[in-house]
Every structure is written in structure tokens, then in C-alpha cells.
RNA sequence: GGGCCUGUAGCUUAGUCAGGUAGAGCGCCGGGCUUUUAACCCGGUGGCCGGGGGUUCGAAUCCCCUCAGGCCCGCCA
């Protein structure tokens, strides 16, 4: 079963409407990262749908939460905003240059993530935590979190093992020069909670007014009491032994709420990513990894995972087979009439197809919709070797891959396969690179009876008709007359044209060449 | 120092919760396709389940130890 609907399952034995949710901060450039956070939840609440729950699936902006630091692609003009929640902060211009403040930083961040979202299917309900704030939402969970300090403080202490400091207050407000920090509290008579900031100037907030907010711990354990939310995987940093989700339950509980279950995933990394470096700021974002795959590939690369799992996130040779996988799994579904198939194999069965159900960008959507019927390999190499589109489908049909015009998915495929090749993020052992010269590993791997060929071919292909056809019949006739397996003759001119032992149809490339190119590569070898 | 996750065929991994003869995909190799391929179809190869010890009739699975990789323990989400 996948993990998904295993969730569902337990969530329909707590009975009532289930509420997933996911939370972010909107601190900078959201990445491919924050997808799994979104998926995860995401697919779960999808899951409850599929087994018949009433769900509603949340995307929460942490929207309240302070600008921390003045960021590398912040101007250092920001200086002044640290403490600020980011639904207060001006968004930065082009080259993060401060703002005019038209568009808040957090808005600024979170539009873009939003319509990649929207492209991979994920329509979520979005909550703004400051307007929650704005709205007196809070209000009932400050107090309460007010009236509870003591205890919650040693429920912190207790199971975090972090002492908390002397003057700590469950509730942070915001100073008079628009700052949460160091503003110290120095009394609460509901609603107000009087303080003195930094600058030594006194003020009160209204707990119902946005004036200030939770501190995290308890901020995350208020809101599932205020939404309702039955479930909200964390990323691992918070599931670590004492983290928050560890304090939130008995905070959640204090506030009279009933808090999700634990629930962990792994993060994504970028390791093995061969050029991709963060430090060379080559990271990816999901629009950018919209432009070489798919919406349900990408969805497919977190569904395949176990939520414990880490996940390499690749855009090279590793995103391709994950595509090519998928495939696979949709145009030739595992079958469920075999009676002999053991128990793992159709758990094994069932968690697959989950899998790719969970996949499709419309929820109840027919996957085979999405196939495009080739093998993105194939596709990749068509993509190269033929300039043209009408190419592309012309050697699809002859291969049988096509009948009739191309459907909107697969133009759309080679659409973004052209976007892949031609970016740096593309797999160099799918690259197919015509040579100009003989290279060393060629030259060390032609035997006598391999040039004797080439050299033959040289001859007989300089006035042979330039078209597919054509060349391959050349090359046969060569090959007969020389004496040299047909095989042969094909490593030897992989050798020459690519460097490598074997690629795709030698003709096809041949015929994309300049006939004098080809003939100066021949008598080279 | 404390804690969490992971380690199964060359690669990605299922199976670990409820112990019962190690499954899959890719790759690779071979064959077929009267067109060669990185297309397509068929077949095959491949694993002392990180290591050691223990419990058991029986351990990838439970317990202890150990090695390796990743991550978390700053009101930071």
C-alpha cells in the first residue's frame, strides 16, 4: 500500500474531517525542496479523498515569522527590517535592492511557488498567518498559552532539554519600531500585553490584532487547534528527538486542541547533481524543473520515496530514468490477475499503481493521458539528432512509437526536452556530441579491419544520394563488399562519429551532417 | 556529548512494524526483429541483505555491540 493511503487509513480511524497542511516560511527563493514538504501533505490529503474522507488540504505562509538575516541576494539596505515579520517587509527588486513596498516579501516569494503549484496540480487552501494573526484567530490561544506559561515552559525545558531563558513570555509582540526582537514583556491584562522594546519605548499589544505573535513551538501547536488540522508531515529538522513536533503535541493538547500524529519526512538533496553546486549558486527551483520535465514526473519523483527516505534530487541521468520509469509503470501497469503472485509482490503491485495515481496532475486524472508513449532516452536522442519537430515525429512513426499527429503531451515532452538539452542540467552520457576529429579513445579502439571499412565507405558514400535511405544502404553495401560484419562496421563508425562503441541510428545522424564533415571524420580514422 | 534516519545485486530500491527458502526496475550479457540503434520484443547473468555477536527449529526482519553516510539538537522554521 503507499504510504499515502496508509495514512488515509489511520486518519479514518480518528474519524472526522480530515485537514492536512503544510507550513512554510517564505524567507527567500522557495526550492525543489519545498515541494516534498507540499507533495507529501498534499498526497496524503488526496489519499483521504480517495478513501472516501471529507479533507481540505492547507498551505500555511509563515508569513508572521521575522526576516532573520540580510540575506546574500539582500541589499544591505534590509538591515533594518531584521525582526520584521516578512508580511511587513517591502519585497526586494530584481538585483534585491529594497522595495517600494507595493508587494510584501512574503507575497514576493510565495506568488511564483504558487503557480508552480498550480502547474503540478496542488490547489491548496492558502492561509496568510499574519491575516490568521490580523483576525484575532489566535486570540483565544495566546491567552490560553498566557494563562498556561509555567507550564509550558517546563514542557519545553522538560522535552526539549533547552533551558528557557528568564523573562521568556509565550507571546512575542511587535516593538515600536516594527521588530520582534528584544521587546521584553512587562505585563498582560487581557488583551493587552504591555511591553517595553529595545529602545526603552513602552507600548501594549492587542493579542487579537496582530501585534505580535506565538513563539514558534507554540505557534505551530495553536494553529492545529485552530484549523483542525489532522495531519502535517514536518521536515526531519523538526521530528528530531525534543524538536517541535515533540514540544507541540503537549502544547497543542494544554490548548485544548488534538494534535496531528508525527509524522516525519526526509529532505531533498542536491548531491550528485555532477555540476549543480550550491556554492556556484546553481541550485533548481520547481518552474525551472517544470521546464525539463513534466508536472507528473515531478510529482512521481516524491511519490516513488518513502516519506523516510531521502530523495537525490538529479536533473541528469537519475531524473531521467525516474522518467522513464514512470513510463514504464503507466503504459505497462503491473497486472493484478496473476493469483499466484505472492503477498509482497502485490503490496509491492499496489504501492506502485498508488503511486502513480497520486501522480497525476488532476486528481482522478487517467495517466495514460500524460504518457507520451516514448521513452524519454528515445526522445532525447531524437531531440538531437533531428533539428525539426516534423523530423522528430517523422522517425516516431517510422519506429512505430506514433501513429498520426503527436498529442499536446508529447509535443509538450520534446518542447521541454529541447529546454533540457540545450541548459546545463541535462545528462552528459545521453548527450549525443558529433565529433569534428577522431578522438583518442577512438583511434585506440579501430582495429585494421575497421579502417579498411571506413576508408571503403569514405570512397563509396562521396557520391551517394544524401538521404536516409540512402546512407544506410551505402553503408550495408560497404560492409558486404568489405567483408566485415555488419556489427563491426557499426562500432567503427560510433567510434568515429560519437567516440563511443555504440549510439543511435547511424544513417539518421549521418544524413543530419554536412557530407564534407562526415568524409573529413572518415579519413581521418 | 545527546538523538533521529539510512546502509539489501554495478545503480535505484521492495521486503524490516506482525521472524519462515531474498523480489523488482534499470544496467549488463545473449537472442530476435529479413534496418544497423541508446527503438521494440524475448531470455539470461547478477545479492555471505554494512560488519560482529546473541535470541530462535528458523533472522534482511527481534536484541546488543560496531563501522559508514546524512541530518537535528541556537525562539531557527
Known amino acids: 500500500m503507499h504510504w499515502a493511503d496508509y495514512t488515509a487509513q489511520r486518519l479514518s480511524g480518528r474519524g472526522g474531517a480530515q485537514v492536512a497542511a503544510s507550513g512554510i516560511t517564505p524567507s527567500g527563493q522557495f526550492h525543489i525542496g519545498h515541494l516534498r514538504e507540499i507533495l507529501t501533505a498534499e498526497m496524503i490529503h488526496r489519499a483521504c479523498l480517495d478513501a472516501g474522507l471529507d479533507s481540505r488540504y492547507l498551505f500555511i505562509v509563515d508569513s508572521m515569522d521575522p526576516l532573520r538575516r540580510v540575506y546574500d541576494f539582500l541589499s544591505s539596505d ?53 491575516e490568521a494573526y490580523q483576525s484575532g ?28 531563558p528568564e523573562g521568556w513570555f509565550p507571546y512575542n509582540p511587535i516593538g515600536s519600531d516594527g521588530s520582534l526582537d528584544g521587546v521584553r514583556v512587562t505585563g498582560y491584562e487581557h488583551p493587552r500585553v504591555h511591553w517595553v522594546d529595545g529602545h526603552g519605548v513602552e507600548g501594549s499589544s492587542d493579542i487579537r490584532k496582530g501585534e505580535g505573535k506565538l513563539p514558534w513551538r507554540i505557534d505551530w501547536a495553536a494553529r492545529w487547534g485552530i484549523h483542525g488540522i489532522t495531519c502535517e508531515p514536518a521536515g526531519k529538522d523538526h521530528g528530531a528527538a525534543g524538536g517541535s513536533f515533540d514540544t507541540g503535541i503537549p502544547i497543542s493538547h494544554l490548548l485544548g486542541g488534538d494534535p496531528p500524529e508525527k509524522m516525519v519526512y526526509e529532505w531533498i538533496q542536491l548531491k550528485g547533481m555532477g555540476p549543480m553546486s550550491s556554492s556556484a549558486g546553481l541550485t533548481i527551483g520547481p518552474m525551472e524543473a517544470l521546464d525539463l520535465v513534466p508536472p507528473e514526473i515531478l510529482r ?38 496473476e493469483e499466484d503472485m505472492s503477498k509482497r509482490q502485490r503490496v509491492a503491485m499496489e504501492t506502485q499503481l498508488g503511486a502513480v495515481r497520486l501522480s497525476q496532475v488532476e486528481i482522478g486524472g487517467d495517466p495514460t493521458d500524460s504518457v507520451g508513449g516514448v521513452s524519454f532516452r528515445h526522445l532525447a536522442m531524437l531531440a538531437q539528432i533531428k533539428t525539426t519537430d516534423e523530423g522528430v515525429w517523422e522517425s516516431l512513426q517510422r519506429s512505430g512509437h506514433l501513429e498520426g499527429e503527436p498529442s499536446q503531451t508529447l509535443s509538450g515532452r520534446l518542447a521541454r526536452m529541447r529546454t533540457w538539452i540545450d541548459g546545463p542540467h541535462f545528462p552528459e552520457g545521453a548527450r549525443i556530441v558529433i565529433q569534428t576529429e577522431v578522438g583518442d579513445e577512438a583511434r585506440a579502439n579501430l582495429s585494421d579491419e575497421h579502417r579498411g571499412f571506413l576508408s571503403e565507405l569514405a570512397g563509396a558514400i562521396s557520391d551517394s544520394e544524401w538521404s536516409n535511405m540512402a546512407i544506410d544502404d551505402c553503408i550495408r553495401g560497404v560492409s558486404d563488399e568489405a567483408g ?41 580514422a
Not at 95 to 112: I, K, N, R, V, W
Not at 151 to 164: A, C, N, Q, W, Y
Open 78 to 130: 534590509y538591515g533594518r527590517y531584521i525582526g520584521h515579520p516578512l508580511a511587513y517587509v517591502p519585497a526586494p527588486g530584481p538585483d534585491g535592492e529594497l522595495g517600494d513596498g507595493t508587494t510584501s516579501y512574503a507575497e514576493h516569494f510565495l506568488a511564483p511557488f504558487i503557480d508552480a503549484l498550480r502547474t503540478i496540480g496542488v490547489k491548496p487552501e492558502v492561509v496568510m498567518n499574519h
Open 137 to 164: 484567530a489566535f486570540a483565544h490561544s495566546i491567552d490560553l498559552a498566557i494563562q498556561h506559561k509555567e507550564e509550558i515552559r517546563e514542557l519545553i525545558e522538560e522535552i526539549s532539554g533547552r533551558e528557557v
Open 300 to 337: 512521481y519523483v516524491i511519490a516513488r520515496s518513502k516519506v523516510n527516505r531521502h530523495i537525490d534530487f538529479d536533473t541528469g541521468a537519475a531524473l531521467f530514468e525516474t522518467a522513464d520509469e514512470y513510463e514504464r509503470l503507466v503504459a505497462n501497469p503491473p497486472s493484478s490477475s
Open 484 to 524: 566485415i560484419a555488419k556489427r563491426q562496421a557499426y562500432v567503427a563508425l560510433y567510434w568515429v562519429l560519437l567516440d563511443r562503441s555504440h549510439g543511435p541510428r547511424v544513417a539518421s545522424i549521418v544524413a543530419e551532417m554536412d557530407r564534407g564533415d562526415f568524409l573529413a571524420l572518415l579519413e581521418d
